[in-house]
């Protein structure tokens, strides 16, 4: 079983990650002792270093690795380098993930998604992809070539049916696993991006990102771009401006700022 998801939101943020998911070690399958077992993590979000330590280790931890203690995580690794995974080709798999469980997951930025050899997998088929990362032409891939048993999956739950698409959407067995649609038919026809309801004056800024609470840009989920006190924005205030009574004449902006990129716990603010 293999998931990767390449992408800059799991709100808030989730930048270029990828999730390899293992079983719990009272899974592991007969023969597993003779074979070479590593230990897996729990780590979530958190980032230790720049992209190219994360995969130093994950390369050094993973290699000839045959059955994974727990979870493997891929993660936080950027544009900045073609990460080479086949190392973790290795990597066998007897149960695999059942239930994505991603309730909260609402838009990807330009990334897509890819399922492969997940024959026990659920409801990934019913999730609306396009309503997550509907900047990308091929939102989702699945591809299963394994004659593994194929599990029979039931339906979504009743209060996950959407009116709008006429179908339901979810990630999981039960209401709470419903999908938030917040994207295209879930908006009125006037929103050009997401939306907090259905009528015409219950859309999102256009600087919001995976969703908002209100029209204004201090209402965002998160941001496309930057922060700026507060306000999603697509560009810092410049640190030098037009004096407005002779407009040839340039001059210190006492408001421009310059912008910032920081790490707090797991998420990543670009800010002003």
Same mark, same amino acid.
């Given at each position: 079983?293999?998931?990767?998801?390449?992408?800059?939101?799991?709100?808030?943020?989730?930048?270029?990650?990828?999730?390899?998911? $293992?079983?719990?070690?009272?899974?592991?399958?007969?023969?597993?002792?003779? +074979? =070479?077992? !590593?230990? @897996?993590?729990?780590?979530?979000?958190?980032?230790?270093?720049?992209?190219?330590?994360?995969?130093?280790?994950?390369?050094?931890?993973?290699?000839?690795?045959?059955?994974?203690?727990?979870?493997?995580?891929?993660?936080?690794?950027?544009?900045?380098?073609?990460?080479?995974?086949?190392?973790?080709?290795?990597?066998?798999?007897?149960?695999?993930?059942?239930?994505?469980?991603?309730?909260?997951?609402?838009?990807?930025?330009?990334?897509?998604?890819?399922?492969?050899?997940?024959?026990?997998?659920?409801?990934?088929?019913?999730?609306?992809?396009?309503?997550?990362?509907?900047?990308?032409?091929?939102?989702?891939?699945?591809?299963?070539?394994?004659?593994?048993?194929?599990?029979?999956? $039931?339906?979504?739950?009743?209060?996950?049916?959407?009116?709008?698409?006429? +179908? =339901?959407? !979810?990630? @999981?067995?039960?209401?709470?696993?419903?999908?938030?649609?917040?994207?295209?038919?879930?908006?009125?026809?006037?929103?050009?991006?997401?939306?907090?309801?259905?009528?015409?004056?219950?859309?999102?800024?256009?600087?919001?990102?995976?969703?908002?609470?209100?029209?204004?840009?201090?209402?965002?989920?998160?941001?496309?771009?930057?922060?700026?006190?507060?306000?999603?924005?697509?560009?810092?205030?410049?640190?030098?401006?037009?004096?407005?009574?002779?407009?040839?004449?340039?001059?210190?902006?006492?408001?421009?700022?310059?912008?910032?990129?920081?790490?707090?716990?797991?998420?990543?603010?670009?800010?002003?």
């Amino acid at each position: 079983m293999f998931i990767q998801f390449t992408a800059s939101l799991f709100p808030v943020f989730l930048n270029s990650m990828l999730l390899v998911f $293992g079983q719990e070690s009272n899974d592991l399958p007969e023969g597993a002792a003779s +074979s =070479r077992i !590593c230990q @897996g993590s729990n780590m979530g979000f958190s980032l230790s270093g720049s992209s190219q330590d994360q995969y130093d280790f994950y390369r050094q931890r993973y290699t000839n690795c045959k059955y994974v203690d727990g979870n493997l995580e891929i993660t936080y690794l950027d544009g900045t380098g073609n990460w080479d995974l086949s190392f973790l080709e290795s990597i066998e798999e007897k149960q695999g993930l059942m239930e994505l469980g991603f309730k909260n997951l609402q838009e990807i930025m330009n990334g897509t998604v890819y399922i492969n050899n997940n024959n026990l997998l659920c409801y990934a088929s019913t999730i609306r992809w396009e309503d997550i990362n509907p900047t990308v032409t091929r939102h989702v891939r699945m591809s299963i070539d394994s004659s593994v048993y194929n599990r029979r999956c $039931g339906e979504c739950h009743g209060s996950c049916y959407n009116e709008n698409t006429g +179908s =339901r959407h !979810c990630w @999981g067995e039960g209401p709470e696993m419903c999908q938030i649609l917040n994207h295209g038919p879930a908006c009125s026809q006037t929103c050009t991006d997401r939306c907090f309801g259905t009528d015409p004056s219950q859309c999102c800024h256009p600087q919001c990102a995976a969703g908002c609470r209100g029209p204004k840009s201090t209402d965002c989920y998160a941001c496309k771009s930057l922060v700026n006190d507060g306000e999603c924005v697509s560009s810092c205030p410049a640190d030098k401006v037009y004096n407005q009574q002779n407009e040839l004449e340039i001059q210190e902006n006492v408001e421009g700022k310059y912008c910032m990129v920081h790490f707090v716990w797991t998420t990543v603010h670009h800010n002003c």
